[in-house]
């Protein structure tokens, strides 16, 4: 008992008879004792005084069946339908693992929320279809108990993409695929647009394709937060850090080739906790790469594309940054509400941002303009010389913007073809991409990610078949080349 090891004389004093109380009745006397008692007792037990633990909340867990490296919309949408998907809820562990919580340089949010059909590959149309379906019905996948509905806050006003008499084969040839996948687009004669746009300046313009349902553009941090808040509710563990090694084993195999192959199995992820040298190990059994632009070093760190140059193992993911540029400018007397997202036939495009006369554009740049991207920096001289001109060509109106402010994001683009990576490495076995869209991640994601979680689940895909997408095509050299990349 605590009385026995006290020192003689401390128990004494401490029951003092307060005046006014009845006969025999006793109060604590605790004013002054209190913080000397407690120093007794310190000093007299065996032991340290035990200290609050420490917090770890920041930490990820030791094991995780599926680690998910990069927290932008495609990485939280394969977590989504891994979850969804699998046999036993809770069955799955998966860990999201983000380096920049704030996203202020991801390219989810920086993007200008586009979403249509009108691409020149099935797989891209089909993709697109499928997010368009999910982003319509977004309250039946993503709802939460006790949450408001999230309000995606869809602009359906379509695509309008223009093309000059040397392009318009093609995108004849583009439409009649459109519409066998099951898109809504039609084909219109510069007569027909300026009947339907009267602001447009058709000079150059010898076909246009417009798309009528399912195209326009939405909320994508409404999307990235709906994603986080269902994903959370799932049970999916959230870590801030980045992924700096992998720990693998390893085997070596014959081909049918007789070519000596080594697989590769990654069973440790280290995660380098932010502003902290400190790392914590996590094993796993499936890593996830959707580190978007820096996707490729993540690949790097598994040993990908380290062999000699010409084999499978010295193949690597062609998935770099390339920074672009979108600007906003006001134009009073510019194009009304009912305004499409316009892709013009110099690669110029623009659509409005909201209702007070506010518009958003840009342009992608030649391969010899490509700028630096180690930083974010915007370049205010690319849109007088290399944008503005196009849009005030396209749309008189445009003579008179005034540019309010800009912004510039990174694509995750694909060198090789400019399209998607997804599934598994070949010889880095328990690897999944999803990445290198060039950017059109975003409007693909929901496809995507299901694509990724079904290849993982089933061994292969169910929904939309993305063989043209998986690695092997690099070491191959055979492209899957995309027409339409804005």
Known sequence: ???????????????????????????????????????????????????????????????????????????????????????????????????????????????????????????????????????????????????????????????????????????????????????KVCLMSPDQLRNKFPWINTEGVALASYGMENEGWFDPWCLLHGLRQKLTSMGVFFCQGEVTRFVTSSQRMMTTDDEMVTLKSIHEVHVKMDHSLEYQPVECAIVINAAGAWSAQIAALAGIGKGPPGTLQGTKLPVEPRKRYVYVWHCPQGPGLETPLVADTSGAYFRREGLGSNYLGGRSPAEEEEPDPANLEVDHDFFQEKVWPHLALRVPAFETLKVQTAWAGYYDYNTFDQNGVVGPHPLVVNMYFATGFSGHGLQQAPGVGRAVAEMILEGSFQTIDLSPFLFNRFYLGEKTHENNIM
């Open 1 to 183: 008992m605590i009385r026995r090891v006290l020192p003689h004389g401390l128990g004494r004093g401490l029951l003092t008879r307060r005046p006014g109380t009845r006969r025999g009745g006793f109060s604590l006397d605790w004013d002054g004792k209190v913080s000397e008692i407690k120093k007794k007792i310190k000093s007299i037990l065996p032991g340290t005084p035990c200290d609050v633990l420490p917090d770890t909340s920041h930490l990820p867990p030791e094991h995780s069946d599926v680690v998910i490296v990069g927290g932008g919309v495609l990485g939280l949408s394969v977590a989504y339908w891994l979850k969804q998907l699998e046999n036993r809820r809770g069955g799955m562990r998966v860990l999201v693992v983000e380096r920049d919580h704030t996203y202020s340089q991801a390219s989810t949010g920086l993007s200008v929320g586009g979403i249509c059909q009108q691409f020149s590959l099935p797989e891209n149309i089909q993709l697109s279809l499928f997010s368009a379906s999910f982003l319509r019905n977004i309250n039946e996948y993503l709802a939460v108990t006790n949450a408001p509905p999230l309000d995606l806050q869809f602009n359906p006003s379509g695509y309008l993409l223009l093309a000059s008499e040397k392009d318009a084969a093609a995108m004849e040839s583009n439409v009649k695929v459109q519409k066998q996948e099951g898109a």
